[in-house]
Each structure stands twice: as C-alpha cells, then as structure tokens.
C-alpha cells in the first residue's frame, strides 16, 4: 500500500511513523488490499479535527478519529476493459488523526500512546473499507478485527 503520513505539526516520532505505516499495512494484507492502493493519513489538533467533525458529521465536538473515503457512496469504476495485467490504483481516502486527543485516551485506558495512534489508524482504515459499528453486530465484527490487527502486530492492552 502507497502510504502518506502528514504531520505538519510534528508530533510524530520516526518510529511512530513507521509503526503507522507498518500496522496499515498489516491490515491492508488482512483485507487483501492491493499493494498498489493509496491513502492518506493526517496528525491535527483538536480545533482542527473539531471543525473537520462539525463541517463534515455535524457534530460540534472532539473526536480521535475520521474518516473519508474517496469513493463513498460511489459505484466503483470499471478498469477490466483497460488491461488484465496492470493493477491500477486505488485512492481508498484520508484517516485524520487528533494527537492531542489520542495522548488523552491512551492515559485515560492505561495504554501507550502507540498503541492508541495504531488503534486510531486501523480503525479509520476500517471505515475506509465498509466498516462500521452502527449495530451491535457490526461492531463486533469491526473491533475483532481491530484486535486481531494489533494483536498480530505485537500491540495487546
């Protein structure tokens, strides 16, 4: 997977970085993703993620995480009339993290920051692929995966 972490603000260290990167793309295998697929993820601060949430959810609040997808609620495009052997890429979307927010909660679950910045990412690159967790029953699906996601890569509570 083609990966881009923005940090403008410089809250990342190098190996959280690189645990970011690493995590998306244990979960990207776990869904079969193509190697050839892109996305995006963003580090901002609360003011930000608040407007994000506002503008976008209508909901005037801070959250940790969200997510945009590129081709949400769109027919997927039909690239098997160009070639049968070029994998064409994927733009799944944007995850925009809150750091701010998730140094709060890692504190407040008694986890590392890594852990929680893992979790966000993973999570967001779930609702990138159709996740959700509007029922009970979606939620089981989508936190057993996160789990299994974290878990596999070394990341437990």
Request: hydrophobic share 35%; glycine share 6%; no cysteine.
């Amino acid at each position: 997977m083609n990966l881009e972490i923005i940090d403008d603000h410089h809250y990342l260290t190098s190996d959280q970085m690189l645990l970011i990167e690493e995590v998306l793309q244990l979960a990207g295998q776990k869904l079969k993703r193509s190697d050839q697929d892109e996305l995006d993820v963003t580090l901002v601060d609360n003011p930000t993620i608040q407007t994000l949430n506002r503008d976008y959810r209508g909901k005037d609040q801070v959250t940790d995480v969200l997510s945009f997808a590129l081709l949400e609620g769109e027919e997927p495009v039909d690239w098997s009339n160009l070639s049968d052997t070029v994998d064409y890429p994927t733009h799944l979307g944007d995850i925009i993290i809150a750091y701010q927010r998730a140094v709060d909660q890692a504190e407040e679950y008694g986890h590392s920051i890594d852990r929680e910045l893992a979790f966000l990412a993973v999570h967001g690159f779930l609702h990138l692929n159709g996740y959700d967790h509007q029922t009970q029953e979606e939620e089981l699906e989508m936190f057993r995966l996160q789990e299994e996601v974290l878990e596999d890569y070394g990341l437990t509570r």
